[in-house]
């Protein structure tokens, strides 16, 4: 079992910057895939970035969308989770999602909510 607390969104002006995180806890030493997605009103959830983990290595990919905006890092201990947005636009407007794969199984914050202004 994996336990997601997300915190860090809010309301930021188009342009700004916010950092998420997202805490995990439970059975967390297995998780080699953590993620973040997001959903807009209307709209589908998305994966906005991915962390997979290889031994020693990490690996990252994101959306075309936030690509050269966004960065997804792990703590040190591998159970926090970040996500570093900047250059924000209105169209980042979601619920934004901490996401974990362990044993195959998804596991789910309750989202962090974050509005950009334009």
């Known amino acids: 079992q994996v336990q997601l607390v997300e915190s860090g969104g809010g309301l930021v002006q188009a342009g700004g910057s916010l950092r998420l995180s997202c805490a995990a806890s439970?059975?967390?030493?297995?998780?080699?895939?953590m993620a973040w997605y997001r959903q807009a009103p209307g709209k589908q959830r998305e994966l906005v970035a991915r962390?997979?983990?290889?031994?020693?290595?990490?690996?990252?990919d994101y959306a075309d969308s936030v690509k050269g905006r966004f960065t997804i890092s792990r703590g040190n201990a591998k159970n926090t989770l970040y996500l570093q947005m900047n250059g924000l636009k209105s169209e980042d407007t979601a619920v934004y999602y901490c996401?974990?794969?362990?044993?195959?199984?998804?596991?789910w914050g309750k989202g962090t909510l974050v509005t950009v202004s334009s």
């Open positions: 996401n974990a794969l362990l044993g195959g199984i998804p596991y």
């Open positions: 439970g059975t967390i030493f297995s998780i080699n895939v």
């Open positions: 962390s997979s983990s290889g031994g020693s290595t990490d690996y990252t």
